[in-house]
């Protein structure tokens, strides 16, 4: 059993940048591939990016290539979501997830574990 808990949401205006992290512990952390997701009001759950187990494989939805970078540190249980040039449309709450398999999915339903969510919002 993975507990996830997720920090570092919060208010920025648009062009801003915020970095999220993502804790995990009660279990293998380095043999999962982790993945960050969002939810805005009243919309899907979104993939946004993942990982693999070994952070040399990494996934991200087009609407966030060249903005949001997902990284990992194995000794530190930690995933990480850098979030860079922010733009209103990225309001949302994010969450963590991890999947037991060794592929990056971007389907919701592919992983077996989440966090309870950070909320971000960006201001115009």
């Known amino acids: 059993q993975v507990q996830l808990v997720e920090s570092g949401g919060g208010l920025v205006q648009a062009g801003g940048s915020l970095r999220l992290s993502c804790a995990a512990s009660g279990g293998a952390f380095s043999s999962h591939t982790m993945g960050w997701f969002r939810q805005a009001p009243g919309k899907e759950r979104e993939f946004v990016a993942g990982?693999?187990?070994?952070?040399?494989?990494?996934a991200y939805a087009d609407s966030v290539k060249g903005r949001f970078t997902i990284s990992r540190d194995n000794a530190k249980n930690t995933v990480y979501l850098q979030m860079n040039n922010l733009k209103p449309e990225d309001t949302a709450v994010y969450y963590c997830a991890a999947d037991q398999s060794h592929a990056i999915f971007s389907t919701s339903y592919s992983y077996d574990y989440w966090g309870q969510g950070t909320q971000v919002t960006v201001s115009s």
């Open positions: 990982i693999n187990w070994s952070g040399r494989m990494t």
